[in-house]
């Protein structure tokens, strides 16, 4: 008789993680392109103020790497829909695999893609410094010092917050697997929300929405808020698509 | 032990039923053949199975456990068809490590020799590959992963008669060193038949036959003759097929339930008998409309 | 070797291979003769296929079981492959003759004649 292998989730789950990252490889040259783009635009500055005061005509450029930090967030949030269409979902079942192992390795592919991103976006800042000292005309440039212990919470946050818009991305993509019509109703509600709703009424919920994330004063607090809603977005994610065919 | 069980199985895709109450038992270390026409079902008897596709109604059982979403089954199963998508990042090479990684039983060594015969080159993608040849590489991975449960779907699509013939030779080869249950599906029942030992044949989704080759070759024989002395022999028979062959003679595919005698006797009265091929039975038994296409032309 | 066209079943067709092998001395009295897999591997054919033919030949006596060891070939094989040949081959064959003869209106002495010659020619 032939034996059969009964391997542990965890086992798997760790193959399709090693599987994943061999075969995710584009997903990295994306980040390290759209980084070197978000670079660009960054040297303009994010922000300006100017002003003459006597004789003394001054012109203030703040820089910083927000633009860097806004494209990995957006690059991980389209990067976790796309991980749920027809093609990738393919190769995922191509070898042993189930529903829960599946979702279980995309949920920690990316997480790492998360940390990956965060790591660069924070360390391109240094590169914006260099850039700036040779290409920009400026007199005169101010850094904020950082410390190793801030760079290091920096990095966790804007992880966080990557990770976050990938579960945000992930559960979009899996609705879309669940019935290909959200394709379209999402981002349709999504922009009549704002059209209609932001625009004319007194609260701004979008913003408030992103206050209570961005704006998040403590570590700690901000750190309970991301990981408590990303984790939300991956279960319910994991609860529809628990119950999906493959192979349609 | 039986490896497969299903009882009453149906799925529906919509409003159509792609299978209605198939019931069928298949038994361990067998190589079944499955058979059917365009649309009968067979693809989505073997998505089942695999744990692709989840059942409307009825129970199905593989290796004794629920193979939708098991991960126990699906560590057990390999699945081949021609829709088999790899990763574009990877290559052939990388895809085979890649497979060995999860198939507990992969033998690389077998799994390189015939990437070797095959020529295929290291560096290859699979999107870029050939029809042929990506049915011929995903052939290997069957074969290699060494499941105790091997599922090829349409496996031959796209190979040359050499291929084929290399495909099931191999088949052949590696289940006789290491037995395992095996399930082809196919149209072409002819070239497939030397290997297998059991045909399923399913029909509209339902179980028509299920018999050890050997004995569907006898389930039917030919009766060749002028049509008056046909249907005289065939009025109170089952009779499979018929066709009128010429002005006056007729040939009949009638059940094999004749005694030695009474096919002596026939015989005796001029009607020649031969025997039907598994593969024109099938056809003959899965005729969905009377006639054949002689009477989509005949229309007098 | 194995003729696939259906005309003949494949496990009819390996069990009279056996039988010609014994005919022709190459299996043995009290040998072994092949497995179900190595004739399978042999011929290109499903062993259960192969199984079958053997099968057969252990009904008509021609092979014995020994238990774990496989089949053998018995004392009395080749006697019994030849009173089976004549009495069902060549009896059969007659048959064929002598039914195609009627269809063509040929008369028994022909038939005789022909078979003669046929003999003579072999000579």
């Known amino acids: 008789m032939m034996s059969l292998t009964d391997p542990s989730l965890a086992v798997v789950v760790r193959k399709q993680i090693q599987f994943k990252m061999k075969s995710c490889i584009g997903m990295f040259s994306t980040l390290i392109v759209l980084q070197l783009i978000a670079l660009v635009f960054s040297f303009g500055g994010t922000g300006m103020m100017g002003g003459t005061r006597s004789s003394l005509e001054y012109e203030m450029n703040y820089y910083s790497a927000d633009i860097i930090l806004v494209f990995t967030m ?172 493959v192979k349609q | 032990m039986k490896v497969v069980e299903c009882n009453e199985l149906t799925k529906e895709h919509g409003q159509r039923k792609a299978l209605s109450n198939l019931s069928v038992t298949i038994e361990e270390n067998k190589i079944t053949g499955l058979i059917g026409r365009n649309g009968s079902g067979k693809t989505t008897l073997l998505k089942i199975l695999a744990g692709f596709w989840a059942e409307s109604s009825g129970q199905v059982n593989v290796f004794s456990n629920r193979p939708f979403n098991s991960l126990f089954v699906s560590a057990n199963t390999v699945f081949v068809d021609d829709q088999m998508n790899f990763p574009t990042a990877l290559t052939l090479k990388e895809i085979l490590e890649q497979a060995s990684k999860f198939y507990e039983k992969w033998d690389m060594d077998l799994a390189l020799r015939l990437f070797d015969y095959f020529s295929f080159d290291s560096k290859q993608i699979h999107n870029n ?17 060494r499941c105790a449960l091997t599922i090829f779907d349409e496996p031959t699509t796209g190979m040359d008669a050499a291929v084929r013939k290399d495909f099931y030779r191999a088949l052949l080869k590696d289940y006789l060193a290491h037995p395992r249950s095996i399930i082809i599906s196919s149209h072409y029942l002819d070239e497939l038949e030397v290997v297998l030992e059991d045909v399923l044949l399913i029909e509209e989704g339902s179980n028509l036959l299920h018999m050890p080759i050997e004995e569907l070759k006898e389930y039917a024989i030919g009766l060749s003759g002028s049509s008056d002395q046909i249907d005289g022999w065939i009025s109170d028979i089952d009779v499979v097929h018929t066709n009128t062959v010429g002005l006056d003679s007729k040939y009949a595919a009638v059940k094999n339930d004749f005694t030695g005698e009474a096919l002596e006797q026939i015989k005796r009265s001029g009607v020649q008998v031969s025997s039907v091929s598994p593969g024109d039975l099938c056809v003959y038994l899965t005729q969905t409309t009377t006639g054949g296409i002689d009477d989509v032309f005949d229309r007098s | 070797m194995i003729n696939t066209d ?102 028994e002495e022909e038939v005789i004649e022909m078979i003669k010659l046929v003999k003579g020619d072999a000579k």
């Not at chain 1, 408030?208 to 809603?229: A, R």
């Not at chain 3, 094989?77 to 048959?95: E, H, S």
């Open chain 2, 129 to 145: 590959l050939s029809k042929g040849n990506r049915s011929t590489f995903n052939m290997i991975i069957g074969l290699a992963s």
């Open chain 1, 74 to 245: 957006l690059w991980a949030f389209i990067n976790a829909i796309l991980i749920k269409t027809k093609d990738y979902r393919e190769d995922d079942f191509v070898f042993v695999t189930n529903r829960v192992s599946s979702n279980l390795s995309n949920i920690v592919l990316l997480l790492i893609v998360s940390i990956v991103g965060a790591i660069t976006a924070m360390l391109s800042s240094y590169l914006l410094r260099i850039g700036i000292y040779f290409f920009s005309d400026n007199k005169e440039i101010i850094y904020t010092e950082v410390e190793f212990l801030e760079l290091l919470t920096g990095i966790i946050a804007a992880g966080l917050f990557i990770f976050l818009f990938s579960g945000l991305g992930y559960i979009i993509g899996t609705l879309v697997q669940l019935n290909k019509t959200f394709a379209f109703i999402i981002p349709v509600v999504f922009l009549g929300f704002i059209f209609l709703v932001e625009m004319s009424s007194e609260v701004h919920l979008l913003l408030e929405i992103g206050k209570f994330y961005f704006n998040e004063e403590s570590f700690w607090l901000l750190t309970s808020k991301t990981i408590m809603t990303s984790g939300l977005l991956f279960t319910a994610a994991m609860l529809v698509s628990n119950r999906l065919e």
């Open chain 3, 6 to 107: 259906g005309t003949k079943p494949i496990y009819i067709q390996i069990s009279e291979w056996i039988e010609t092998e014994i005919l022709n001395g190459n299996f043995e009295k009290d040998k072994k003769v092949h497995s179900q897999y190595k004739l399978a591997e042999m011929f290109n054919i499903n062993p259960a296929t192969a199984a079958k033919g053997l099968n057969i030949l252990f009904e008509q006596e021609i092979l014995y079981n020994k238990r774990g060891l496989g089949k053998f070939v018995s004392t009395d094989a080749r006697r019994i492959i030849l009173d089976k040949r004549k009495n069902q081959t060549l009896k059969g064959l007659i048959q064929e003759v002598v039914l195609e003869s009627e269809r063509l209106d040929v008369s």
